[in-house]
């Protein structure tokens, strides 16, 4: 019997050291990635930056035009590449916002992962007792107990954010025509406002 505990103690303290540089290395990796985070949000911000100015130049531009040619002539071909260029950067910032957010997410959770891991560092496996060469129950979900929750979360947000995109085009072409002295209606839809636009 002694034989048998002085067996388990030292696979115990086997267990422990090795689960203890398993950490460290885990450590070690997460830490590196959040440095690749950080490079990824400024990257991300600077792209952010450098759509808004472009998109604060072209409203500059269709304004400009808007406001100097006769209401009765039509829409220039450059003024049409502009408003679906606008469109463009604004799905594109909608990107970058959200994929910003999500690296925040993976930052928050690599933080609440790492402060997890030092409180179980903190605690090493108890030493194997009586019950050692008993199997224990399995954590294991059962197949009725797995979510499907973020896939459809996840769908259910890419749907609102192209249906708020949707939304701000469609407000963006409300307002040209207003700026022209266009008649438009909430109740149009974006093709019957560019038709409108365009003088078809």
Not at 35 to 50: C, D, M, N, P
Request: hydrophobic share 40%.
């Amino acid at each position: 019997m002694k034989q048998r505990d002085l067996l388990l103690r030292g696979i115990a303290k086997i267990l422990n050291a090795g689960g203890s540089a398993l950490v460290d290395f885990y450590d070690t990796a997460a830490s590196m990635k959040a440095g690749v985070f950080q490079g990824e949000k400024r990257t991300l911000r600077a792209r952010l930056r450098e759509y808004e100015k472009k998109m604060e130049r072209l409203y500059y531009e269709i304004g400009k035009e808007v406001a100097l040619r006769d209401s009765t002539v039509q829409t220039s071909a450059a003024a049409e590449a502009g408003i679906e260029l606008v469109a463009e950067y604004r799905v594109e910032i909608e990107k970058i916002k959200q994929r910003i957010k999500e690296i925040e997410e993976e930052e928050k959770a690599a933080k609440e992962a790492a402060s997890d891991r030092a409180r179980a560092r903190a605690k090493p496996a108890p030493e194997p007792t009586e019950d050692a060469g008993k199997p224990a129950a399995s954590g294991a979900p059962e197949a009725s107990e797995v979510s499907t929750g973020p896939v459809t979360e996840e769908v259910t947000e890419e749907k609102a954010t192209t249906e708020s995109l949707e939304a701000m085009l469609k407000s963006d072409l409300l307002e040209l025509c207003r700026e022209k002295g266009i008649e438009a209606d909430k109740r149009m839809t974006k093709a019957e406002i560019i038709a409108l636009i365009l003088g078809d």
